[in-house]
């Protein structure tokens, strides 16, 4: 029976500057610095235990269009390492590494081989003499918003066939619309596997044919959290078979803890250890967002004790830890019931204050003045919902607070 095996991987990312994390300690910081490199030495160390017959890469190796020397010296160093196992590398560069950018050209090996602007076949034949037929077309541009997927054609005459595509499906609204796509679309190409790229979340579109976005191989920001890899891909006349392989070495996790039940600080401090010990995963470090809700202390010095120590506390044990959990984020919501109907009689300003958020809500933030300015545009990125509406939660609280202290 006809057989092949080969790693799918996408969103690499290379050198990616992991913005906002400058302030942790030295030897954090530089395995922050290292670890899309360290994810990415996992899929050349799997291909090569696993014996695959080829790797698939889809989009996105390089975190910029001028792919940092070092970030290519690097890629280059692993490609070697599959070149020595006669390991083929097929490559589609998607819209952060487009081929327009500015950078100092490194050669790659002969085992590496990138497919041009235009959609074009490549015909790679396994050492047991089954042949496939690899589908795909890099970014020449950041933005490419027209149906790329109309220009794959099926050629016949290869036992298995794979499309390679760096866009999105037409149902996402999360991801800028590029290359877009319906899965329907790809099911009609009648190919036996599609390897996606560009969404960083993990996900199986369908199951036959495989329609398969692995993610990034690390995450980056508390967006992305969770568990990052790559997949392991067999392919048979029968059936194939998908096998996630976990790369990340730092994973970002957000979580929200019940502390009505913490009468004292001492409560409080043990119930986030004992959380950041749950989270602890062996060999991997975590970054963590860590919400503490209903909090509720009666002695006014244990308040501002937590409000000023807390944070720098949690982190004291964490520096020298090889599988830290460090606490990036930490939001202490105290238990406060606001009757709001009463504040309106108490002072007008309440009733604007309320109003303004209701209007807030309804327009959205990412609508006002700052996210329409031609400057500011350019800086934010677009808010969910859901983190609007927690922004204006937090606002209001703290209006509210610093109201009653007056």
């Not at 396994?126 to 795909?136: A, E, M, Q």
């Not at 390679?164 to 499906?169: F, M, Q, R, T, V």
């Not at 599988?323 to 108490?346: C, G, H, N, Y």
Request: charged fraction near 30%; aromatic fraction near 10%.
């Amino acid at each position: 029976m006809k057989k092949i095996s080969f790693i799918h991987a996408a969103d690499l990312h290379l050198d990616s500057p992991m913005i906002g994390l400058q302030h942790l300690p030295i030897q954090l910081f530089n395995r922050v610095k290292e670890s899309t490199f360290t994810a990415f030495k996992k899929i050349t160390e799997a291909a090569i235990k696993l014996e695959v017959d080829f790797v698939i890469l889809a989009g996105d190796l390089f975190d910029g269009e001028d792919r940092s020397l070092r970030a290519q010296s690097r890629f280059r160093m692993e490609m070697l390492k599959l070149a020595e196992k006669e390991i083929s590398v097929y490559v589609i560069h998607g819209n952060h590494d487009h081929l327009n950018g500015s950078w100092v050209h490194l050669d790659m090996p002969e085992n590496v081989h990138i497919f041009k602007p235009e959609v074009e076949s490549k015909l790679h034949t396994t050492k047991s003499g089954v042949t496939v037929r690899l589908y795909g077309f890099s970014y020449p541009t950041r933005h490419v918003y027209e149906r790329k997927i109309d220009n794959y054609q099926k050629t016949e005459g290869a036992d298995f066939h794979i499309g390679i595509l760096h866009g999105n499906e037409g149902a996402g609204t999360e991801h800028d619309n590029y290359a877009p796509f319906l899965v329907k679309d790809l099911q009609e190409k009648d190919f036996d596997y599609w390897a996606l790229g560009h969404i960083h979340k993990r996900t199986i579109l369908s199951e036959m044919p495989p329609i398969i976005y692995p993610g990034n191989i690390q995450g980056r920001n508390k967006k992305e959290t969770g568990a990052k890899g790559f997949y392991h891909i067999s392919l048979t006349e029968l059936e194939p078979t998908a096998d996630f392989i976990e790369s990340s070495d730092i994973v970002w996790e957000t979580i929200e803890v019940d502390a009505s039940s913490a009468d004292s600080l001492q409560d409080i401090l043990f119930l986030c250890q004992s959380t950041i010990n749950q989270c602890r995963k062996e060999g991997i470090g975590t970054f963590l967002d860590l919400t503490l809700k209903n909090i509720l202390l009666e002695d006014v010095q244990e308040k501002r004790t937590m409000e000023a120590e807390l944070f720098e506390l949690l982190l004291d044990d964490e520096k020298d830890e090889h599988s830290f959990v460090w606490v990036v984020e930490l939001t202490i919501q105290e238990k406060m019931e606001v009757d709001k109907e009463q504040l309106k009689k108490e002072a007008n300003f309440y009733s604007e204050l309320f109003s303004t958020i209701e209007q807030l809500e309804e327009a959205g933030i990412g609508r006002n003045s700052l996210y329409d300015h031609h400057v500011g545009k350019k800086f934010l990125s677009p808010l969910s919902m859901e983190e609007q509406k927690e922004l204006l939660k937090k606002a209001e609280k703290l209006l509210i607070d610093l109201l009653y202290q007056q």
